[in-house]
């Protein structure tokens, strides 16, 4: 696929995610292979009064690159703002929220609310590709609910409105993450673009992603809340997609070793107290599969220090090292097996 000056083979992209896609975990997704990552969801308000803390989420660094900016507002002349604002940090392009279902966002007229307004979404998308000088491309949903689902008719408005790629989230909003994100619906916006089509939604582990391609036909993929805690899946599904099998399943000092590097990194960004606590959604995928998990998953997300998390799971470390000279880790190896049965194309 190509935006712009940008040409990929099949890129595997790490979604737009608040609160997660920031830039220490952008920074350990892009090492382990993602092709794409995005920073965090962006209020345009909010950089349209230089808000610090929206301000600080468009800092990255050279290893993080291409890094997509995504904002997101309900005003065509707020948008357009912003996106200058997010285009001076030079990002590879910038994105349109048009998806984010959560009632913060979507309860403000903004994100998947516009599914619902495609006049004024058309005229937002047109304002912000005038406004900037780099490529612009939308992240949105099937429609606001199972009843009115309108992506073919705004499709090739967004198009003519100059969008170059679209990211398709394979729910309604009314559907927020619930039940199964339908791939057949994404297949049908694929057949009918004539720009690329990112697809999103239900991606667990690289076989799913390898199926996504194939079942949607899309040109390209983007994971989100498979990446929590597994910022393995992209290395592993460029492995899946290169070669037919899986090199890299993780054991328990791998997975043990990236989540120190990745509190380390929130709280060098962050700074202690948030960095800390910005971590605890991580920790239970990191550590999954492993064996008497729940005890060390409770005391990491109630401990506050960061030199106290990674005490704990030093310890944790040092327990599992036990188990396996015992001979106790056997449901751990089974649940390796488990991956790797999955992630070997049949």
């Not at 705004?154 to 790629?165: F, K, N, S, T, Y």
Request: charged share 30%; proline share 3%.
């Amino acid at each position: 696929m190509r935006i712009d000056s940008f040409e990929m083979q099949r890129p595997v992209m790490l979604a737009p995610m608040e609160e997660v896609s920031d830039r220490s975990f952008r920074k350990i997704c892009k090492r382990f292979g993602a092709d794409v990552v995005y920073s965090e969801f962006i209020s345009a308000e909010a950089l349209r009064r230089q808000v610090d803390a929206s301000l600080r989420k468009m800092v990255f660094d050279d290893d993080e690159a291409p890094v997509v900016i995504q904002i997101f507002g309900n005003s065509a002349e707020a948008m357009a703002e912003a996106a200058v604002i997010a285009a001076s940090c030079n990002p590879a392009w910038i994105d349109i929220n048009f998806g984010c279902p959560a009632k913060k966002v979507a309860g403000k007229g903004a994100g998947a609310a516009l599914l619902r307004e495609p006049d004024k979404m058309v005229s937002i998308a047109a304002a912000v590709v005038r406004a900037v000088d780099i490529p612009v491309t939308v992240k949105t949903r099937l429609g606001w609910d199972r009843e009115s689902i309108n992506i073919l008719d705004i499709l090739p408005r967004l198009e003519d409105a100059g969008v170059q790629a679209l990211a398709i989230h394979g729910r309604t909003r009314s559907e927020m993450y619930r039940g199964v994100a339908d791939w057949d619906w994404i297949a049908r916006v694929c057949d009918k673009a004539s720009i690329p089509v990112i697809a999103n939604g239900d991606i667990w582990c690289a076989r799913d992603a390898e199926a996504m391609f194939r079942h949607t036909g899309a040109d390209g993929i983007m994971i989100g809340r498979g990446s929590i805690g597994n910022p393995f899946i992209f290395r592993q599904t460029r492995e899946l997609l290169a070669g037919g099998r899986i090199d890299m399943l993780p054991d328990y000092h791998d997975r043990i070793a990236v989540a120190i590097e990745h509190l380390q990194l929130s709280v060098r960004y962050k700074g202690e107290r948030k960095g800390t606590l910005e971590m605890r959604r991580h920790y239970a995928t990191y550590l999954k599969g492993l064996p008497k998990v729940s005890k060390v998953r409770d005391k990491l997300v109630r401990e506050e220090s960061w030199q106290n998390v990674i005490g704990i799971l030093q310890e944790y470390e040092a327990e599992c090292e036990r188990y396996e000279k015992e001979g106790r880790l056997r449901d751990y190896a089974e649940f390796l097996n488990d991956h790797s049965k999955r992630l070997v194309l049949k």
